[in-house]
């Protein structure tokens, strides 16, 4: 089960929750940065980071189907971005709230860093999540 806190006496997140809190017992998946290249390791979205996290979400998804979880059962997430402009970040953000990662709400960071570890990345995220009871062998 997860419990996912706002907590009153801090500033209300907009799409995210303060805290996310599991029951002894549950299955947890700590998943890898998923990274914007294709299943042949080619980059997706050169140059735009909006495509880069359409991709990055979706080999997320990924990530999760083979370890018997989804979007919503994610936990918490680390979203680097390489930039310093508040719209950069801010325009992939739309994408991570438009994917179902928001639905929890789930905790995260977003974050603006100087370099990626692929020539041309701009966009990572890591993630934590739930694995339901049954869906895991």
Known sequence: MIKRVTVPSLFPPPTYSHASVVEAGTKLAFLAGSVPLDADGKLVGEGDPVRQAQQ???????????????????????????????????????????????????????LGVACLGYTGQLVEITATAVVPDGSWR
């Open 56 to 110: 990055v979400v979706a080999n997320l998804g990924e990530q999760l189907r083979a370890v018997g979880s989804d979007l919503a059962h994610v936990l918490a997430t680390e979203v680097y971005v390489v930039g310093s402009e508040p719209a950069v970040l801010s325009a992939v953000w739309e994408v991570v709230e438009a994917s179902g990662l928001s639905t929890g709400p789930h905790s995260s960071t977003l």
